[in-house]
């Protein structure tokens, strides 16, 4: 199955987010809040939406920085996303 944006919208997943200690200690991604960074893994055609003209600024591959109560989560198979709004979007990592 494969997800296809409409409008502005943008397909994200999470990166996975291991933080090691000062001590050495991993604490895994689960034990902690979840991070506001992903991977853009589908991009909408942007155009005309709610009366203005969207470009879209992101693509498939750019790692960002995304609103922390943004997006609609949805899981397919075993995999999670969350769709989001390009104005959702942040930053851009580089």
């Known amino acids: 199955m494969k997800l296809v944006p409409l409008g502005d919208r943008v397909v994200l997943k999470q990166l996975v987010a291991e933080e090691t200690t000062k001590s050495g200690i991993v604490i895994p991604g689960q034990a902690k809040e979840k991070p506001q960074q992903a991977e ?55």
């Open 40 to 94: 853009v893994v589908a991009v909408g055609p942007g155009g005309v939406v709610d009366g203005k003209d969207i470009k879209m600024e992101v693509k498939v591959g750019d790692k960002v920085i995304y609103s922390k109560y943004s997006g609609t989560e949805v899981k397919i198979e075993e995999d999670e996303y969350i769709i989001v709004r390009q104005n959702d979007i942040l930053a851009i990592v580089e």
